[in-house]
């Protein structure tokens, strides 16, 4: 399949008779491969590789399996039919048998499974059989500990995330503690499990073992058997809150982490948390006490960590998490050393963003792109503005264009032939196409390439959203956040974008979109001496090398997770 280069459209310009001579050339013959594939179809041997050993569990990361078919002189084999098959996650082949270069595709994705695991494939083609292992990882266990007398009721709060640090729900989960029989459960909807036992009368390390990851902690109770202190120097503390922005009444991790010369962890540092509250919103922390003790002690885990969960309150303001630690204990009262992190801005409920533009088209030929800057405007209920909240900005192609620029009426004028013919310019026309990644998953799938190009179209990368300065995506004092959309100038005029920007709120009014067609400088437009440089559709596509023209689509159903009012989707074929 031939994508159209500018100067086959030249020609094509000419023999249109739209009154601009261009000079055009041609390709030369097809080139002959210098390997030599057989038509058999049986193999005497498979090359099976993986390009990654080990992904993610967000999901989203995928490994790419290759399959290559070879006879007894190790030449590659086409038409020769491969079975693969995974023990768990999703698999996708690009087929049932291996191409004409004898060489079979496929895709593998963790799934729902969030657990750290092996995947097994299994690879067959008639006798021969081979297996290849990819590791899922990513799955974080964390504990908080309450403190307590000997014999009174204790609970440990585990938390469960992915590689993103997003929260993993309905996971089977085991606690096991000495002399008593192992506790099984399962995370809620937070990732949260919460272990309840009988505080020993003396330090017991309690062990959790959830989606394939293990975690230990070591609770001591109040005038019990001291823990012991850590073996090593704290080199390098830190604390990090996430997510650093939370609606009201959400959650937030707290994370120390004490580490010692040679990036050695250092276990069983006492650490108490703690929120600095100069706007007055509240808020608990999971470590809290209801005993009188205004913050109960947490000692780092063998990976030298010490967790908790900071749980805003129903006003909106910023806050900051501090963590007061020693190597010994130290006073309820005290603060020996410290370390803060981030603050964390609580954003009250009834917020509400609008998109605001100038409309200003900017130019860079340095580095071939249009650019239009946005401004989006967040506020509250009472139409306040808000500061310190983080915006993020996000791009999507509902559709592309085919087509080719020519001049009209002294401007360049979009248009299309009526059909293979090349005899009819409907000047004013653009062929019109759906985004070919229905599910919008990034992955090509059977009936989504219905124009045979070999790739999704339109290509994500062609549009970015970005903020315009480091830390212009959080809102100033106005409540204003400032990003840049850019796409490129040769696929200006040929794509559709819809912005959405959010911000974490409660409700349905933390998101605002944006719509826009790509558009070209008029200026652009009106200078016939110079061709432009979206003169012709990057997405003109045709078996028979010719220009763009009226074809005909493949209507196919909308899996409803992108537009769900939409029935169907409309995919451009193959000129033919």
């Known amino acids: 399949m031939n994508f159209q280069g500018i100067q086959k459209m030249k020609t094509l310009f000419a023999a249109a008779a739209i009154g601009i001579l261009l000079a055009g050339c041609s390709a030369g013959g097809k080139s002959s491969d210098s390997s030599t594939t057989t038509t058999q179809t049986t193999a005497s041997s498979l090359n099976v590789s993986v390009d990654k050993s080990t992904i993610n569990d967000t999901g989203t990361d995928l490994a790419t399996i290759t399959v290559t078919a070879l006879d007894s002189n190790n030449n590659v084999v086409a038409s020769v039919p491969v079975t693969l098959k995974s023990d768990s996650g999703v698999l996708t082949p690009s087929g049932t048998s291996t191409n004409t270069t004898g060489v079979l595709t496929a895709t593998l994705a963790p799934g729902g499974d969030h657990t750290d695991r092996a995947i097994n494939v299994v690879v067959t083609s008639g006798s021969i059989s081979k297996t290849v292992s990819v590791a899922v990882s990513g799955a974080a266990l964390t504990a908080t500990a309450s403190s307590t007398t000997a014999g009174a009721a204790a609970t440990i709060q585990y938390t469960l995330v992915d590689a993103s640090s997003v929260a993993i729900a309905a996971v089977p989960i085991t606690v096991s503690l000495p002399g008593q029989a192992d506790v ?9 499990y919460t272990f309840s036992y009988t505080m020993p009368s003396a330090s017991t390390t309690v062990t959790a073992t959830a989606a394939g990851v293990t975690t230990t902690s070591t609770v001591t109770p109040q005038g019990g058997t001291t823990v012991v202190p850590p073996a090593g120097t704290v080199t390098s503390p830190s604390l990090a809150a996430n997510p650093s922005t939370v609606a009201t009444g959400g959650q937030v991790a707290l994370r120390a982490l004490f580490i010692g010369a040679n990036n050695a962890p250092i276990p069983n540092v006492r650490v108490r948390f703690q929120m600095v509250d100069s706007n007055s919103i509240g808020g608990t922390l999971s470590s809290d006490s209801t005993d009188g003790v205004t913050h109960n002690v947490i000692y780092s885990d063998a990976n030298g960590v010490a967790t908790t969960t900071y749980t805003a309150g129903t006003r909106g303001g910023v806050i900051t998490a501090k963590a007061c630690w020693d190597v010994n204990d130290f006073a309820n009262t005290a603060c020996p050393n410290a370390v803060t992190a981030s603050s964390i801005t609580v954003v009250a409920t009834g917020v509400s963003l609008a998109v605001l533009t100038n409309g200003g088209i900017g130019e860079d030929d340095t580095k071939n792109i249009y ?26 192609l509902p559709r592309f264009y085919r087509g080719f620029y020519s001049v009209n009426s002294g401007s360049w004028t979009p248009g299309i032939y009526s059909d293979n013919t090349l005899q009819t310019l409907l000047l004013g026309y653009r062929q019109s196409c759906d985004n070919e990644d229905i599910n919008r998953n990034n992955v090509l799938e059977t009936g989504e390439d219905a124009n045979d190009s070999g790739s999704l179209e339109p290509f994500k990368a062609s549009v970015t959203i970005t903020p315009t300065t480091t830390g212009g995506d959080v809102t100033d004092i106005y409540g204003k956040a400032y990003f840049t959309l850019q796409y490129g100038q040769n696929y200006a005029s040929w794509e559709d974008a819809i912005l959405t920007f959010t911000t974490t709120v409660e409700g349905t009014e933390g998101h605002a979109t944006y719509p826009t067609s790509l558009p070209v400088p008029a200026a652009t437009l009106t200078t016939v001496t110079a061709s432009p440089p979206f003169q012709i559709s990057p997405y003109n596509v045709s078996l028979d090398g010719k220009a763009a023209w009226v074809v005909s689509t493949t209507a196919v159903a909308n899996p409803g997770v992108i537009y769900p009012t939409v029935a169907t989707f409309n995919l451009c074929n193959p000129q033919q």
């Open 184 to 192: 099984s459960g399962t995370t809620d909807a937070n990732g949260k």
């Open 371 to 396: 650019s239009i800057s946005l401004v989006v405007q967040v506020v509250d209920a009472s139409n306040q503005p808000i500061s310190g909240s983080t915006v993020t900005g996000s791009v999507d």
